[in-house]
Structures are given as C-alpha cells and as structure tokens.
C-alpha cells in the first residue's frame, strides 16, 4: 500500500487567484513569452502565501466555512464568515476589532469570502475571538470615535 492510497482526505482546490496565476505561468512557460514568465513571477510569493492560508483555514473549518473567524498579521482585525441576514442566500465578511463590529462585505458563497479575506491578510484561523472580544470593556463601549465629534 503507497502513502497516497492510505489518504482518504479529499484534496481540497488551491485558493483560485493561486490557482489562475500558476494556469497562466504554465501557459506562459509554454509559450516562451519570457515577459510574461517575469511578470507573473512577481505576484507568485503573494499566491503561494494566500493559498497556504487558504489551506489552514479550509482544514481548520472542518468542511463548514460558516461560523470561521479569521485574523489578520496584526493580530488586532478580525472578521468572520456568516450568512447575510439582509441578503437571504448570501454570505458576509463581518469584520470586528476590539471595539466591536467595523464593517461587512457580501459575497455569493463562503468560498468567495474567505478568498477575498486571504488576499485582504486576514491569513490566520481565529477560533473564539468574537466570542472572548465581546466579552471585554472595550467591545461594550464600542467604536469612542462617533463621541468625539464636534456637533
């Protein structure tokens, strides 16, 4: 029995901007269009990062993207991936700090949020972080901009 007959996992599909870039150096190899091979070689460092995280958040969300808390290199954003209550069979980023919600953004399915996520830097699984910042003084006062408006 070889290694790759005892794994039963399927293999989960590359993160889809890695994915196109590595179809199109292979076309541009091909091709012999050197330009091409230059420049798409730049944006390959980025790619391979965002489809390494795409790997652990996939394989950290057990199958279920809905729910997945993910964070950026700081280590102070945060967003999760949910079902958009406003927009009935579609999904949001939901991003939030320690001050509580910032922001969403919709997409058509979980896979096109935690895409978009990996190539915005949030590259980390963050199991828990909204329930553990909601918990905190911070997050109950929420954002001390809209306070200090002058009227």
Not at 38 to 50: H, I, K, P
Request: hydrophobic share 35%; charged share 25%; with cysteine.
């Amino acid at each position: 029995m070889t290694m790759s007959s005892r794994n039963t996992e399927p293999q989960q599909a590359d993160h889809p901007h890695y994915a196109w870039l590595r179809e199109q150096l292979d076309e541009a190899r091909r091709d012999g269009d050197q330009g091409l091979i230059l420049l798409l070689s730049d944006g390959l460092e980025f790619a391979q990062a965002c489809n390494a995280a795409w790997h652990r958040i996939l394989e950290a969300a057990q199958g279920n993207l809905v729910g997945m808390e993910v964070v950026d290199k700081t280590l102070s954003r945060y967003a999760a991936i949910l079902q958009d209550a406003s927009e009935p069979g579609r999904f949001r980023a939901q991003f939030f700090d320690a001050n509580g919600f910032s922001g969403h953004a919709t997409y058509d399915t979980p896979e096109d949020v935690l895409e978009r996520l990996v190539q915005d830097g949030y590259r980390e699984p963050a199991a828990g972080a909204m329930n553990t910042l909601s918990q905190t003084r911070e997050w109950s006062w929420g954002p001390s901009w809209p306070i200090s408006l002058p009227r």
